[in-house]
């Protein structure tokens, strides 16, 4: 079962999820961290900034993987996850870069590249803590729904829906790449514990979905009710339908 935490504001859902983080990383300095991008997580890492800032957290041992990057995309275009994390996180706390890693969205051959990252993860002391935001078509990462679902770091189609959404961020829809390297569902439920964060009425159908007793294909997220230690921490507008 999800565990629910419905909190009043943005604000809120910021300041519960960063201390989730920080508690993580205060008792084990080496922790691996699952990264989201988006507008959701956009706040909590302006609180793990400040933290830093305030000599209350150290980054300097943890790793992390990202959960997605567009394909293909230039490290330098910034609508890149690569250019978000640097210019939303990385660039401003004490984390060693070697130590974070993005789905490369440069690389020459993407079936190579998710082999490469799954590895990777595979090889690594495993997630300890997944950080999830949610389309509002109830997608995580960029598994979109289907009837059927990809386990492992896969290349995959953006549906209309997800190219209409993301399109706020570019000039305009056309400019939205139509695909993505994403963790598979696997990959996911393969962390330890995950956190996911909603806000906003435009996340409430998602939302409803996460608290019933059914799973659905055509709502990836809630495949996370199998998961043993996931929390959804949202805002009332997301959790009332
Ligand atoms: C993007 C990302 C997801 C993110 C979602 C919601 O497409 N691939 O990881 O959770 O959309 O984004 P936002 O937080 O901006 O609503």
Redesign the pocket.
Known sequence: MIKVIVCENYEEISKKSAEIVAKQINEKADSILGL??????VGMYKELIEMNKSGKLDFSKVGSFN??EYYPIKHSDDQSYYYFMNDNLFAHINIDIANTNIPNGEAEDADAECERYEKLIDESAGIDLQI?????NG????NEPDEKLITKTHLTALTED?IM??SRFFASADEVPTA?I?MGMETIMKAKKIIL?A??KN?SDAVSMLTDNYIDTSCPATLLKLHPDVTLICDKDAFLK
Request: glycine letters at 20%.
């Open positions: 989201a991008t988006g507008s959701t997580p959960l997605d999830l935001g949610i389309g509002h997608h995580i990462g960029f997800t959404a993301n993505a994403t964060l806000s906003g996340k």
